[in-house]
């Protein structure tokens, strides 16, 4: 589809029936712009962020979409959509058990694609909440550790990788998803694990301990250098995209396995990263030695003294969160 995106187009917003461009019998004429479709509308505000936005916007517009679609049990007229039809929006997302953050993300992506093609989305988005609640306290104990490790499930399922990478992203020094995801066996030297994190390029060493050669194995795949088969149905056009899927059935996953398990945490992907670095604190490990180890890069006065740091302290770091893990 060619679009042209220098136009501008008024909407009237609030109104269950447009106030002109009607044809005779008061129906709003085809012709005119109060006749765009939601979902017509919406698509073309993402085909326009494509160009300008990052793919994990532009995966959450996409899935803000389908949901909104789904709430308004189908297509309907653009303008025709109401303060009242968000607000029962956001009650409808509540009772699905959906968590506040989450439905702001959802009203903050809608409202973002509606103001590309219409206007005064204030009034539309005044009465819902699009803010953020400090969320809940990420790390979890080592007695909900030893729960998930010995937790049966059936093997080969996704719920057992999922529980299985959970782990090793623990065992592995707070390893993040997105890193565990792109691990390669390749990236195995010796008795280590030496790569590049995905998001910041900081070089990360990390001792190969016998619980998490156990996981490897496991899940080892004839034909692939991929550590975790994750990401062997990426599309080559969006892979970006593509991980968020991953990312997002993944976290569903955990939240699976929690209710499983009888765990009340909220478990996400963040969570073995959390716990890794709270026992690293908890177990008195210097601060600058959880830094390096988490492979973060942020100009702060602690981290100057991580540069004199040396793999072994690190070993050492992570042998001592993991006493009584393995």
């Known amino acids: 589809m060619n679009i042209d995106w220098n136009f501008s187009i008024h909407f009237h917003f609030g109104r269950k029936t447009p106030p002109e461009e009607t044809t005779e019998d008061g129906a709003p004429d085809?012709?005119?712009?109060?006749?765009?479709?939601?979902?017509?509308?919406?698509?073309?505000?993402?085909?326009?962020?494509?160009?300008?936005?990052?793919?994990?916007?532009?995966?959450?517009?996409?899935?803000?979409?389908?949901?909104?679609?789904?709430?308004?049990?189908?297509?309907?007229?653009?303008?025709?959509?109401?303060?009242?039809?968000?607000?029962?929006?956001?009650?409808?997302?509540?009772?699905?058990?959906?968590?506040?953050?989450?439905?702001?993300?959802?009203?903050?992506?809608?409202?973002?694609?509606?103001?590309?093609?219409?206007?005064?989305?204030?009034?539309?988005?005044?009465?819902?909440?699009?803010?953020?609640?400090?969320?809940?306290?990420?790390?979890?104990?080592?007695?909900?550790?030893?729960?998930?490790?010995?937790?049966?499930?059936?093997?080969?399922?996704?719920?057992?990788?999922?529980?299985?990478?959970?782990?090793?992203?623990?065992?592995?020094?707070?390893?993040?998803?997105?890193?565990?995801?792109?691990?390669?066996?390749?990236?195995?030297?010796?008795?280590?694990?030496i790569y590049y994190r995905h998001k910041?390029?900081?070089?990360?060493?990390?001792?190969?301990?016998?619980?998490?050669?156990?996981?490897?194995?496991?899940?080892?795949t004839d034909g692939s250098d991929r550590v975790f088969p994750l990401l062997t149905e990426l599309s080559e056009h969006n892979p970006a995209t593509d991980y968020l899927y991953q990312l997002n059935r993944y976290n569903r996953a955990l939240k699976a396995i929690a209710r499983k398990a009888g765990i009340a945490h909220n478990l996400t992907s963040y969570v073995a990263r959390h716990t890794w670095a709270s026992e690293a604190y908890r177990k008195n490990v210097d601060l600058p030695v959880i830094s390096k180890a988490l492979g973060h890069t942020n100009p702060n006065t602690t981290l100057v003294y991580v540069k004199e740091l040396d793999d072994s302290r690190l070993k050492e770091a992570n042998m001592q969160v993991l006493d009584g893990f393995i």
């Open 30 to 193: 085809g012709n005119s712009d109060n006749a765009l479709m939601l979902a017509e509308a919406l698509a073309l505000a993402i085909e326009q962020a494509e160009r300008l936005k990052s793919p994990k916007t532009i995966y959450n517009y996409r899935t803000a979409m389908r949901s909104f679609l789904r709430f308004m049990q189908g297509d309907a007229l653009l303008c025709h959509i109401t303060a009242t039809d968000i607000g029962q929006y956001e009650r409808w997302l509540r009772d699905h058990g959906v968590c506040p953050n989450t439905v702001s993300c959802y009203m903050r992506s809608l409202r973002a694609m509606l103001k590309t093609v219409g206007n005064d989305t204030d009034s539309l988005f005044s009465h819902v909440f699009t803010g953020s609640n400090k969320t809940d306290k990420r790390a979890v104990t080592p007695q909900v550790m030893s729960k998930l490790r010995n937790l049966s499930l059936p093997e080969q399922s996704y719920l057992a990788l999922a529980r299985d990478v959970f782990l090793f992203c623990f065992f592995a020094q707070g390893m993040p998803f997105v890193d565990a995801a792109h691990l390669c066996h390749s990236h195995i030297v010796g008795s280590d694990i």
């Open 200 to 220: 910041t390029g900081q070089r990360i060493c990390i001792p190969l301990l016998p619980c998490m050669t156990d996981i490897i194995e496991r899940h080892k």
